[in-house]
């Protein structure tokens, strides 16, 4: 039975009283035993903001587990049919590897409310986290927590506009924050991507990004001379009709691109779509429902 000693539990808010609990080494008071816990008996924590862990980090650790067992107790919770994880999923997850049965663990009293901030807490505190998923993570503390920014930034350690940033990220369209997922956008491309006016261009834009290579250096230029085109734009449009404008904007965001619809005094008109690449046609005409390859 190992001991350690000189660990407060957490009352109330956690904030960033709960260093301790993330150092190499956790410290716990007297009264907490470090036991061994049935593997199968255990679940991940509910709020992880963490959806992807490193196979290739995982197998070392599992690796190093094989050889010298788990040094660094993993602490849970006690919960109906058995125990929810508070801190230590990377330690779970490679003992299953290294053919464990078993974890040594520290059992505390938590609520829903410190679970979700320790999840946050641990991720942050070791960078393990995407930037979408940092924010994700702001916006759960937010939503279930009831918490204003200011005070999710008090809890976190962080500015408000650090937090507000990170929220931001929320409102890009799915197709750029799964390229921001993989690591293929980054924060900086991310947040100048936000700065677009026509927002049904992001997508097009994120890619061309990925794909040319474009720095947030060279992303910010383009940006800029996108919207001012699009005032220009917008100015031209003003002439146009609500029944044309809204029927522009609906059918920009079907396909992801601009739309431009043109009406003569006769009732005539044109339709253009615009697109950046033969691969970005293909993707609408897909959208229409045209399939070249069986003409």
């Given at each position: 039975m190992a001991k350690r000693s000189n660990d407060k539990r957490p009352k109330g808010g956690l904030g960033r009283g709960l260093e301790a609990l993330f150092e190499?080494?956790?410290?716990?008071?007297e009264t907490e035993e470090v036991k061994d816990i049935a593997l199968a008996e255990i679940r991940p924590n509910p709020y992880q903001p963490r959806k992807a862990f490193d196979e290739s980090s995982l197998s070392e650790l599992a690796n190093s587990i094989k050889e010298n067992g788990v040094f660094q107790p993993i602490i849970v919770r006690k919960s109906v049919g058995g125990y929810e994880i508070i801190a230590g999923e990377r330690r779970f997850r490679a003992s299953k590897l290294a053919g464990k049965t078993t974890v040594p663990a520290i059992i505390r009293q938590f609520d829903e409310a410190q679970m979700m901030e320790v999840a946050v807490l641990e991720n942050l505190q070791r960078e393990d986290l995407t930037p979408l998923e940092e924010a994700q993570a702001y916006d759960m503390l937010q939503k279930n927590l009831g918490l204003t920014q200011a005070e999710v930034s008090k809890r976190?350690?962080?500015?408000?506009p650090y937090i507000a940033n990170y929220l931001r990220l929320l409102t890009l369209p799915t197709r750029t924050k799964n390229l921001l997922q993989?690591?293929?956008?980054?924060?900086?491309?991310?947040r100048t991507l936000l700065a677009l006016k026509d927002k049904s261009r992001i997508n097009e834009l994120a890619w061309r990004v990925v794909k040319e290579g474009i720095t947030v250096?060279?992303?910010?230029?383009?940006?800029?001379?996108?919207?001012?085109?699009?005032?220009?734009?917008?100015?031209?449009?003003?002439?146009?009709?609500?029944?044309?404008?809204?029927s522009e904007r609906q059918l920009a965001d079907?396909?992801?691109?601009?739309?431009?619809?043109?009406?003569?005094?006769?009732g005539k008109g044109r339709l253009a779509i615009n697109f950046d690449s033969t691969d970005d046609l293909n993707r609408i005409l897909s959208l229409l429902g045209v399939d070249l390859d069986n003409e």
């Open positions: 190499d080494e956790p410290q716990i008071d976190m350690g962080k500015s408000r993989h690591g293929k956008l980054s924060m900086g491309q991310a250096r060279q992303l910010e230029s383009l940006v800029s001379k996108m919207n001012q085109r699009s005032e220009r734009k917008e100015k031209k449009r003003s002439h146009k009709s609500i029944f044309i404008q809204t079907r396909f992801g691109t601009s739309v431009n619809i043109s009406e003569n005094q006769n």
